[in-house]
């Protein structure tokens, strides 16, 4: 029994800080934005892609792995800065209906530019070989990448928050998320602020694709197996926050996993029964935020 | 009646009749078309896709020996999106078109929305690849012909030629989606291992199930290396087949078990996976050009030649070939029949015997089940483009592993003799 908890324990960890990667840009451009980006879940599929075609189906080292997910955030960085301009830039001051179906419209784009280049068929990348075994935990198997994937979770929270709450560059964005108007009255460079979260989120996109893909079968859906939880966890957590996301991940991560090993005839109910009492024993979330992340 | 309103109406009956007979002369000198309903989008689309591919083939064969009846097969083909209900408004659309032959259900999710509109829309549908059992059983009505092996045919079929293969491997598992589909597989290939293995002593152990569309198996991956089992079945299909082996890799599963049996991904997670394909994977398949029996069969060696040709493609994927014998079976039906009329195709298909790639095909006549052989191929990692090769083929004669006909009756394996 104590393996078993150890492995949910585990499994359940290294599950949350891959639904963090992707949920933590999404959270973010919530935040400052006030946009819910349905298309977050076709960059992170960009970004494996761009991933896979920079590093190949068998990363030689663990570094080039890591170097060429920053590749990939780096191109989908590029992507959210010319989407901003075309796309979530006009649609500042609109209603939000319009820019859910904008980013429903580019979520399809996506999907087609991807399929035109790399076709339907299923690829996969293994992880660098210094990750690509397992160590033995009482009777419990644990894969070295899934350490890896949750070492890489916690940095890049500890990064997000040591951004938001240490560094100049966060007090900025959190005034700007704050009040705008009045940010604006005393020099931000607002439309700049805005536009560079947009990037840094589309980033978080990318580099989650290239870190996860050895993890899924890389095909124009492989976004769809995260970005549900990411959805599910941007609510659990408080629309905007990244530390309540944070929480909400490692929490759906346990759940998920402990469902899997427990309950196994009842796969996947657990975390819909957790955003249920979320919902109605808490719907402002865990960490709701107080006008900025 | 008045001698001239009389003349007037033989008139007008006699360049109404001319009329409609030029309609019907040009109709029947005009190529005959026949609709195609695939899976050419959507998650389906990897499978939709090759079926599409061997039915162009089909069409370009036949016609360029002269067609069919004297006129040019124009395929009008539609994408049912592998969903059910598109495989119905596409089925419909094309029946209110005139198209009384059609060619689909690349998938048994969209074959089960095709086969009961059958009688309705007048029609001969040609199930190609779905391998549920209502098919053949509770939704059976004459007007489907099915031109794969059903389920229980088609796993009770793998369960022995693995066994028959690895007579070594005492101790099996499975992991399958937790459905109708994914249980039956299980059990029809658990039960075929159990007895087909010499001695009977082969053990099989309590399958482990997973949602269909599960994304993460390490739960299910750990308790399969915990397990004392040496050979595997994976009843996980599509792209999850391919987290399956990713996931499973890395913590060994390579290692552990001695031969595994995929439910048909075949090439699908070949490609995918290139040189980190398991080394000793058994698939069910349908054609390999390079190997016997196909080497020496003429039939196999010229749709290589055109698939090749038209693709610019040397590696064709088996499921060209299941898509081109669904075509085959169809056109020879109409050929046999020498009309496109639905009841003579029926009529000419209930006896219709024909050669394809992968040798003799027919239909037994009480459930329009095709028999034929099925073949089962071994595959592994390669240095060499595409990374993965298929090392041998088995095959089975189905019409030994086929149960009886039972057409309009629910399959249930306890009806079966044990």
């Known amino acids: 029994m104590i393996n078993q908890f150890v492995f949910v324990l585990f499994n359940g960890l290294a599950s949350g800080m891959a639904f963090f990667l992707v949920a933590a840009g999404l959270t973010w451009v919530f935040g400052i934005l006030k946009i819910l980006n349905l298309a977050h879940g076709a960059f992170f599929m960009l970004g494996a892609y761009i991933a896979y075609t920079i590093g190949g189906a068998s990363p030689s080292s663990l570094w080039t792995f890591i170097g060429v997910a920053l590749l990939a955030a780096i191109a989908i960085g590029i992507m959210g800065l010319v989407t901003d301009k075309f796309v979530l830039g006009r649609l500042r001051n609109v209603d939000y209906h319009y820019v859910l179906i904008a980013t429903f419209g580019l979520m399809l784009f996506c999907e087609g530019v991807a399929k035109a280049i790399w076709g339907s068929d299923y690829y996969s990348v293994m992880p660098p070989p210094e990750v690509d075994t397992a160590v033995k935990i009482g009777s419990s198997y644990i894969s070295l990448y899934t350490i890896l994937v949750i070492v890489i979770g916690l940095a890049a929270f500890a990064v997000l928050e040591l951004i938001m709450n240490r560094m100049w560059a966060g007090k900025i964005m959190r005034a700007v998320a704050n009040d705008p108007w009045m940010a604006g009255t005393i020099g931000i460079n607002v439309p700049m602020v805005l536009m560079l979260s947009v990037v840094a989120s589309f980033a978080l996109a990318g580099f989650a694709g290239g870190i996860l893909v050895p993890n899924q079968t890389l095909s124009v859906h492989v976004g769809s197996s995260f970005i549900l939880y990411a959805f599910l966890a941007v609510v659990i957590g408080g629309l905007g926050s990244i530390r309540g996301t944070f929480v909400a991940c490692i929490l759906l991560g346990l759940v998920e996993s402990a469902n899997a090993t427990f309950l196994p005839e009842y796969g996947g109910i657990a975390v819909y029964v957790l955003l249920a009492v979320f919902l109605i024993a808490r719907p402002q979330g865990l960490f709701p935020p107080q006008g900025a992340l | ?418």
């Open chain 2, 1 to 418: 009646m008045k001698r001239r309103t009389l003349l007037k109406g033989l008139a007008a009956s006699a360049s109404l009749s001319l009329g409609m007979r030029s309609t019907y002369l040009r109709a029947q000198s005009g190529p005959l078309r026949i609709g195609v309903s695939y899976a050419l989008s959507g998650v389906g689309a990897p499978v939709g896709t090759q079926f599409m591919k061997g039915t162009e083939i089909a069409a370009m064969q036949v016609n360029r020996d002269g067609g069919l009846l004297g006129r040019q097969i124009e395929l009008v083909v539609r994408d049912d999106k592998y969903n059910s209900a598109e495989s119905v408004a596409v089925a419909r659309e094309l029946a209110g078109a005139g198209i009384n032959l059609l060619i689909g259900g690349s998938q048994t999710v969209t074959a089960l929305g095709l086969a009961p509109l059958a009688p309705e829309l007048n029609a001969v549908v040609i199930i190609a690849g779905a391998a549920g059992m209502p098919v053949t059983h509770e939704l059976f009505n004459r007007n489907i012909f099915r031109t794969v092996a059903n389920n229980y045919t088609q796993y009770s079929s793998f369960g022995r030629s693995l066994i028959e293969t690895h007579p070594q491997v005492k101790t099996w598992i499975s992991i399958a989606p937790d459905g109708d589909f994914g249980r039956d597989s299980a059990l029809f290939f658990g039960n075929a291992v159990k007895k087909y293995a010499p001695g009977k002593d082969a053990t099989v152990l309590d399958t482990i199930f997973t949602q269909g569309t599960a994304t993460d198996f390490r739960t299910q991956i750990n308790a399969l290396m915990s397990s004392r089992a040496e050979g595997l079945y994976i009843g996980v299909a599509g792209a999850a087949q391919i987290s399956f082996f990713q996931q499973a890799r890395g913590v060994g599963l390579y290692d552990k078990f001695r031969v595994i049996g995929e439910v048909g991904n075949g090439e699908v997670t070949g490609k995918a996976m290139g040189r980190n394909t398991y080394p000793n994977l058994w698939s069910i398949s349908y054609w390999n050009n390079d190997l016997e029996p196909f080497k020496s069969n003429p039939l196999s060696q010229q749709l290589y030649k055109d698939y090749v040709e038209s693709t610019g493609n040397k590696f064709p994927p088996a499921l060209v070939m299941a898509g081109q014998r669904s075509a085959m079976a169809l056109f020879e039906g109409v050929r046999k029949a020498k009309s496109s009329q639905t009841d003579a195709v029926i009529a000419a298909m209930e006896e219709l015997t024909f050669d394809t790639p992968g040798g003799p095909c027919s239909f037994r006549k009480e459930d329009h089940q095709m028999i034929a052989t099925s073949y089962y191929s071994q595959m592994g990692p390669s240095d060499t483009d595409p990374f993965y090769k298929i090392l041998q083929m088995a095959q089975i004669d189905t019409s030994q592993m086929i149960e009886p006909a039972t057409p309009g009756v629910k399959f249930d394996i306890k009806d079966l003799p044990q």
